[in-house]
């Protein structure tokens, strides 16, 4: 299965992702520059975090219209799999793709730990690997991810089951207390209304080598593999 | 020598313009001798802004060249962007740390932001990829509103810098005292990555090679940003606010991949960052270090608005700009790959055979100085050193004759005090605003003794570290640099790190006062003993004079950051506690010490007596036996003792890792001579609390090197707390007891302080 990581001008987490992609699972990989328009038949398209285009004006507002977003868009239109991770969560709302929009941290700071999210969905392409109400222990790094969409995006989230992972405490409760950047119901990541496209704030992709952390973010890559072998 | 011509509408030369220029006499008589003729204004400029302390090192070089700077592991030394040493495998690492005080003093935001970006350039000039950042911080107390908003502010000037251009920050410590009231110090440090065989040094070479300017555009700002540095903080500073740049990190991090796949195209022969003193420092040093020649001409210069004169653009410290010199016929090669980052490439000059330094603007010659004069004809001065009264009369105050509080007849009371001062509690408030996982190398983040980062497609790691504890330096300055050396190479060695190399930044106050001067030379000389008996040869670093507020000097500060290498991923250790059942062994010996203590400072609020001793041949010991019992497998955690003593060490190994805490019982009756106080507290150093599951094996390995250890307690779970036994004043305490004195101190100042929050807001700081 081979993962494409588009580089904006701006992101840093294109590093990480195509490490989890090359060394973790030992896919191929490639980096797709966002000048072009060629995805270089990548089956995954990774949106990877980052301050694209220096986050000014808002998170994701330029990057949307980089060039190779017009092929990102179709990829995502076949059904085929978008992850969109942090700044490519974003990114991915900006662009249509996903519902709603990433705001400022309610603490006003920027927010670096590892954080617990549990399972909310473990039905989808992303998360079949995990089970429900399974809690991990994942990275997170951003100053813009406060969850935000009007009361009836909410609604049709939670009816929908497109609620992938919301924040919890260590034993799996979703409370205010845990909820570190304000997100509407603790929302850390939704899928989109096809099923195809994942937008989540925590880093899967910086979880993968136990060396340097819990591996819990594993469960997101192996789960897209299972994809391919079936 | 061309003819050289004033610009109609520059101000005349008069004194008063000359000390403007923060020139003295005998510095001008030496102008007026080198170039033979009275200086046109733009030569005015470039001397001044070459001639500054902050890029002359005039009062300090004579006593930098002291230092060691030699060793196998050393490929690069000081005298380039960063110091470069080689870890095996043919990797290299690029290190250095630097200064941004005074900027940050007045706006700490965008002081501290561009700190970090200047200190990115150093290390990616050498053709180095940044893989982490450190930094080293100093604060009045968090009493003050002022220091509040100066603490917040830097912090997330850092963070917003280095989370957008995506390297990690990793360690660092910050300390609070009053001695910083009006004058932090802001260190940044950078440490990057690359094959030994990608090394690039800025050095102009190869007449008829062509000079560009890459990167952002050049504006008016931050212009004399570092002879601003080079003076004493006043009242008046504030109106010299607009003279600290403005950091932009995502043209930073365009820059940074842009200059990277540059270096590796081999089309250009010299890269160096256009810091302190902008476009003249940058091209005067990369002439003077080839030895060659070089024109200038500011015409071709893109700004950023009309009308700059050539002053302007050769003094502007606008940020994230570089200065190339590309091989003949390769400019196009070299813009294509700056236009696929959407920056700018401009060719400004050449390299010429003629030895001069010469500007011009368009056809009309400006500035021109013969040689690489400009760089080698600054002169140096050795000034009178005499250590400060005040300093020996504190050093020889009886500081065992202070009495006890009533409260410290239960030494709990003292313990829980001193976790909660904001120096020793958890700086995570600071730290969790900063990505520190990013690149995913970080095996050990911020936190620990040290960071240390893995270094992939080896299996190797290095551990970095800052550190200095200013009151000792105070106190007795040899000790104190003795002392800062050894304390970084311990921490990393509690990582399972050879120590092997340092930068340090060294912060003090005015030089040319007798007092600060025995200071600086005293500090050197013990960093100097430190450096060969550790074998940590020194390959760079920053100096930064004039750290004094009209309240005084800072304490001298000299900041070491080490690098340490671990050989294999197997070796590397943490600092708390793990297993239930092990065996608590202490390397290094308890002594009656408690001058210039944590415990003085934040219980008596005094700051005195003799620092503790420190025998370096012994610290070289207490590692060796270190790393020689984690190569054996027998350490399941190491935790160097330092601020506040055994008792705090003890504290932070059960409770600082929060996903794990612990509980240990500790008998110290052995050392039952000594007052509880220093025993507890004391801060003795050459001193490493390990815990083990076999002790016998630990105990043996020291004795066979020659380190007093002694096995004092057990790790328990995290039920049993902490028990101390002391003889005569033992106590308990729980674990979530110690926990919540540490882990909420500095979070419990910051959000319950609302003025500091509407500082930030009416200042204009978020960003």
Known sequence: MKFGIVTFPGSNGDYDAYHAAADALGEPSVYLWHKTHDLQGSDVIVLPGGFSYGDYLRAGAIARFSPIMTEVLAHARRGAPVLAICNGFQIACEAGLLPGALMRNASLRFVSRVVNIRVENAGTMFTHEYYNGQVLAIPVAHGDGRYTADDDVIAKLDDDGRVAFRYCSSTGVVSEQNNINGSISNIAGIVSEGGNVLGLMPHPERAVDPLVAVPDGLGVFHSLLALAGA | MTQVVSRPGDPVITPALVREHGLTESEYERVLTM?????????LGIVSALWNEHCSYKHSRNVLKTLPTEGSQVIQGPGENAGVVGIGDGVAIAFKIESHNHPSAIEPYQGAATGAGGILRDVFTMGARPIAMLNSLRFGSLDNARNRYLFAGVVKGIGDYGNSVGVPTVAGEIVFDPAYNGNPLVNAMCVGILREDELIRAKAEGVGNPILCVGARTGRDGIHGASFASEDLSAASEAKRPRVQVGDPFTEKLLLEASLELIHSGHIVAIQDMGAAGLTSSSAEMAARGDVGVTIDTSRVPVRETGMTPYEILLSESQERMLVVALAGHENAVREILFKWDLAAEVIGEVIAEPVYRVTEGDRVVAEFPGSALVTECPRYDVPAEEGREAIELRERDVDAIAELR?????????????????????RWAYQQYDSTIRTNTVIGPGGDAAVLRIRGTNRAISVKTDCNGRYVAL????????????????????????????????????????????????????REACLGLDTPVTGGNVSFYNESPSGSVHPTPVIGMLGVIDSLEHITRSTFRTTGDTIVLLGDCTPEIGGSEYLATIHGTSAGAPPACDIRRERLVIE???????????????????????????????????????????????????????????????????????????????????????????????????????????????????????????????????SAALEQSEGVSV
């Open chain 2, 35 to 43: 170039l033979g003729r009275v200086p046109t204004f733009t030569e």
């Open chain 2, 407 to 427: 409260e410290e007849e239960d030494p709990a009371w003292t313990l829980l005090k001193l976790l909660s001062a904001p120096t020793i509690a958890s700086k």
């Open chain 2, 476 to 527: 007795d300055p040899r000790v104190g640099g003795r002392i800062a050396v050894a304390e970084a190479a311990r921490n990393v060695a509690c990582t399972g790190a050879r120590p092997l190399a340092i930068t340090n930044c060294l912060n003090f106050g005015n030089p040319t006062r007798p007092e600060i001067f025995f200071q600086f030379r005293e500090a050197v000389a013990g960093i």
């Open chain 2, 625 to 755: 036996a270190l790393l020689e019992a984690i190569r054996g497998g027998v350490i399941a955690s190491a935790h160097d003792c330092s601020d506040g003593g055994i008792a705090v060490a003890l504290a932070e190994c059960v409770m600082a890792n929060q996903d794990g805490m612990m509980g240990a019982d500790v008998d110290l009756a052995e050392w039952d001579r000594l007052t509880t106080r220093a025993l507890l507290f004391g801060e003795a150093q050459g001193r490493i609390l390990v815990s083990t599951g076999d002790a016998p094996r630990v105990l043996q390995i020291a004795d066979e090197i020659g380190v007093p250890a002694r096995a004092i307690g057990t790790v328990m779970p995290m039920v049993s707390g902490l028990t101390l036994r002391t003889g005569a004043r033992s106590f308990h305490v729980g674990t979530e007891a110690l926990a919540a004195a540490y882990h909420e101190a500095i979070p419990h100042i910051m959000d319950t302080a609302p003025q």
